[in-house]
């Protein structure tokens, strides 16, 4: 993009949309928000929020890092996270990775990123949990697209672990979604983890009362 210019005019032509469509939109959204979900994606540019789920301004509350990471030292998710189920009592999360994600391509290679080194780890670590699964897969772009997939499962497993998830789960039935999107097709993909059976055995450990 030459000129940002460009994209304020699109603001102003967006405003005058909005406002033809419902000449109290503004006033409404400025009165806060009580959003639904919480969505923790990748910062890819291919993958926008609201957008791809068909929703616009105050129906979710977004989270968005490299390769859709749910990392218990990062307190900024951590916060996001805290805030979005307990003070605004969404009723899904969705953690949503994508197909082509570069956070998960540059964790299979074994080279040095510098600061994207601790980072990546973690999904390195994905990859050493499910290495024989992942080992087996002999095409390099399903073995990349299954990592995609058990990048999200896991996120969404770190997620459960955290006291608010828990705490929300338990009192007024919080439901966890592990999503990918198709950047080849547009296409929303609900992976259906089954988190019960991947948690039966750890969950007393992390269970809080």
Not at 52 to 72: C, E, K, Q, T, Y
Request: net charge negative.
């Amino acid at each position: 993009m030459k000129n940002l210019d460009k994209v304020l005019e699109n603001n102003e032509k967006w405003i005058e949309e909005k406002l033809q469509t419902d000449p109290s939109f503004f006033n409404e959204l400025g009165k806060g928000q009580k959003p639904e979900i919480l969505y923790i994606g990748c910062s890819d540019s291919r993958v926008t929020a609201e957008e791809l789920m068909g929703l616009g301004p105050g129906d979710v509350f977004v989270h968005r890092n490299i390769a859709n990471m749910v990392i218990s030292i990062d307190l900024n998710a951590m916060s996001v996270i805290n805030y979005a189920v307990d003070h605004l009592k969404v009723n899904h999360v969705v953690v949503c990775g994508h197909y082509a994600c570069g956070g998960v391509k540059a964790a299979m290679q074994s080279a040095d990123l510098g600061i994207l080194n601790p980072w990546l780890r973690n999904i390195r670590d994905v990859y050493r949990i499910h290495s024989n699964e992942l080992n087996a897969i002999e095409d390099e772009d399903k073995k990349y697209d299954r990592l995609v997939e058990l990048n999200v499962q896991e996120q969404c497993v770190n997620l459960i672990k955290t006291a608010a998830v828990q705490k929300a789960y338990r009192d007024r039935g919080l439901k966890v979604h592990g999503w990918v999107f198709d950047v080849h097709t547009g296409k929303l993909i609900d992976l259906k983890i089954d988190f019960k059976g991947i948690l039966e055995n750890i969950m007393e450990i992390y269970h809080l009362d």
